[in-house]
């Protein structure tokens, strides 16, 4: 299996621009998650699908971030506008059931914000 | 409300001596634990995990940790540092069910000297 799958690896863009960041997780897995990692704040939870819905988005950290996942295979992150604050890395995950199998972690995409 | 706390944001040792990463969690029912590795610009990468069967945990990598419900902790151990294991380690806690509710801990950059 190739893993979980990101992309783009790395985003250069500037702020007020729309960002699109893309996820396919291992086929067979219901759960998919997005994590971001700062530097400042460690690594946050943003959001969890479970058999592509929703379950937990407390983490998303506001309205200009929003998540979809219209299939088992398929996922975006989205920030809209985009802010010099939300550079960091972007982290997908997925899991065969839920937060307590080991979840498989994608690359990253790396996100700058000018 | 649940944490986990990995006491030491930075440890460093030589090669071939023993590795101890610690970590603890509040308890408030039966968490699964885990411990995650993550090497310079790479996703994460579980080590092991712990969900309730045998207290003492063997991973990856020569890794093990043992689960200590009296102490409320998961100190992870290596009996001798190889220079591959320079990475971060995260140890993260799940509580419930499909709910979610994924705790990470700050992580710890282990070092490894000559």
């Known amino acids: ?3 979980v799958i990101q992309s783009p690896r790395h985003e250069v863009t500037e702020m007020g621009q729309e960002v ?3 996820c396919k997780p291992i086929s067979g897995h219901n ?13 946050e939870l943003l959001i969890y699908f479970n058999n592509n819905v929703p379950i937990d988005d407390s983490g998303m950290p506001e309205d200009r971030f929003s998540a979809k996942m219209p299939n088992a295979s ?9 802010e010099p604050r939300d550079s960091a890395v972007y982290f997908c995950a ?4 839920g937060p307590r199998e080991t979840q498989y972690f994608g690359p990253g995409t790396r996100l700058l914000v000018l | 409300a649940q944490s986990v706390t990995q006491l030491d944001s930075h440890v460093s040792v ?21 411990w995650y590795v993550q090497h310079p610009n790479k996703g994460l990468q579980l080590l092991l995990k712990y969900t309730s069967a045998a207290t003492l945990v063997k991973g ?3 890794f093990e940790a043992e ?7 998961f100190h992870l151990t290596k009996p001798s540092a190889h220079m591959s294991d320079a990475a971060e380690y995260f140890c993260v806690v799940s509580y419930g069910g499909s709910q979610g509710n994924l705790i990470f801990g700050k992580g710890t950059k282990l070092s490894v000297k000559p």
Do not use: H
């Open chain 1, 1 to 3: 299996d190739a893993g």
């Open chain 1, 20 to 22: 699109t960041l893309r």
């Open chain 1, 31 to 43: 759960s998919l998650f997005w994590y971001r990692q700062t530097m400042m704040r460690g690594l």
């Open chain 1, 74 to 82: 398929f996922s975006t992150l989205k920030i809209q506008p985009s």
């Open chain 1, 94 to 97: 997925s899991s065969f059931s």
């Open chain 2, 14 to 34: 030589s090669e071939g001596t023993p590795v101890l990463l610690r970590c603890n969690y509040s308890s408030s029912y039966s968490p699964s634990l885990f």
């Open chain 2, 60 to 62: 990856i990598n020569g």
């Open chain 2, 67 to 73: 689960f200590k419900k009296s102490e409320t902790s």
